[in-house]
């Protein structure tokens, strides 16, 4: 069964560097998503992202983060300079449709320190 | 805004007995409901889904869900819990409205945990 993956597991990194968190969305699937699960919080929705470009992004999608597909089978979420509050797992997700289920990859844990 | 309330932040039962996780929903239309299930250090897992279709929905492991639009409510249960059921369940909305993309928004979650 085709699924979501996501590298790597866990990246840890220093305050005010540059983090890219790789994803590869399920083959046929057109709608890609990143959501964001700080400790012990819910998980919360980033940005989506549908034919080459951003479709909507939370507020938490600040001038820190980008997103970009850069080959037709990579989905990635940058964060240019990392603060101690991104510590998080992060979370694609991708789907066919957006009015179907989305499915989710296990996800790369996120330490800043 | 769409919003969801799981009410409950961790719900115990034994084993056997029967599982309600609760969740209620805001939305001013129709919403596209799910029920995730994210066992410990692993990602989330669609358990079942409501987009409108019969009002009792059955998801993976016996779980099953009822959309009571009168009571804004998508009730997670199942009749006989199993050990193995033990994970943090999330209720989610999804924004398929205004030209939103499907973005779901999540309730807080409801940690199970089952007794022997």
């Known amino acids: 069964e085709p699924e979501v993956t996501q590298t790597p597991s866990h990246q840890v990194t220093q305050m005010g560097q540059e983090v890219i968190l790789r994803c590869v969305p399920i083959?046929?699937?057109?709608?890609f998503y990143w959501y964001r699960q700080i400790l012990g919080q819910k998980v919360e929705f980033l940005v989506s992202f549908y034919n080459n470009e951003i479709s909507e992004k939370s507020e938490i999608f600040d001038d820190q983060f980008s997103v970009e597909r850069p080959d037709g089978s990579n989905f990635t979420l940058k964060i240019r300079s990392t603060k101690l509050e991104d510590s998080a797992m992060y979370f694609c997700?991708?789907?066919?449709?957006?009015?179907?289920?989305?499915?989710f990859g296990p996800g790369t844990r996120l330490t800043v320190t | 805004a769409q919003s969801v309330t799981q009410l409950g932040s961790h719900v115990s039962v034994s084993e056997g007995a029967l599982v309600l996780l609760r969740c209620n929903y805001s939305s001013s239309v129709p919403p596209y409901l799910f029920w995730y299930v994210q066992y410990p250090n692993q990602g989330l897992q669609l358990l079942l889904k409501y987009t409108s279709a019969a009002t009792l929905v059955k998801g993976i492991n016996g779980f099953e869900a009822e959309f009571k639009k009168s009571e804004t409510s998508f009730h997670l249960t199942k009749p006989s819990a199993h050990m193995s059921d033990a994970a943090e369940y999330f209720c989610a909305v999804s924004e398929i409205y205004g030209g939103s993309q499907g973005n779901l928004i999540f309730g807080k979650g409801t940690k199970l945990s089952v007794k022997p």
């Open positions: 997700a991708s789907t066919r449709d957006s009015m179907y289920e989305q499915y």
């Open positions: 083959s046929n699937h057109l709608y």
